[in-house]
């Protein structure tokens, strides 16, 4: 009787751990998102500074997510665009990361759940390239004040 009582209590606390690591999870994905869009508006607004600030909280956010719940492949990538995001001061070497990060973000939302909000598949077609938007208005985060409403939401994810 001892040993299915300790089994039992050995199970649900492996439950629990299990759901307490699946939460956490569920927690660093919008902190991953939330970053991903504030890289996304420091560029909007031409802010070369703050897009690289945000970018090295993305990067933070990146390392902070289990090795187990992406691919190295995508870790790695993401890693790799933000951190040149985060070391750059000029706005068009980090406009041109960013179509490469927003390239993976959008492959990594395709295959995970990263918000409970909707997340809108946007693109500039001036650019040919994508970025991932919290709201369906058209703030172009390539050409900032330039071409600021160029583009097009083609998904909602």
């Not at 995508?74 to 990060?101: G, H, M, N, V, Y």
């Not at 946007?122 to 709201?135: E, G, I, V």
Request: net charge positive; proline share 3%.
């Amino acid at each position: 009787m001892k040993k299915i009582f300790l089994f039992s209590a050995l199970f649900v606390i492996s439950i629990f751990q299990t759901l307490l690591a699946q939460d956490n999870t569920k927690e660093q994905f919008p902190q991953l998102l939330t970053t991903y869009y504030g890289i996304k508006d420091a560029l909007v607004s031409g802010n070369a500074a703050t897009a690289a600030s945000y970018a090295t909280t993305f990067i933070e956010s990146v390392n902070s997510i289990d090795k187990e719940t992406i691919k190295e492949e995508i870790r790695s990538s993401l890693l790799k665009d933000a951190r040149t995001i985060s070391q750059s001061k000029d706005l068009s070497i980090q406009r041109e990361k960013f179509a490469t990060l927003s390239t993976t973000m959008i492959a990594l939302a395709k295959t995970v759940k990263l918000s409970t909000e909707p997340v809108y598949l946007q693109y500039c077609p001036m650019k040919k390239a994508s970025w991932l938007s919290d709201t369906k208005a058209i703030k172009n985060p390539y050409y900032g004040s330039a071409m600021l409403t160029c583009g097009n939401v083609k998904e909602t994810l």
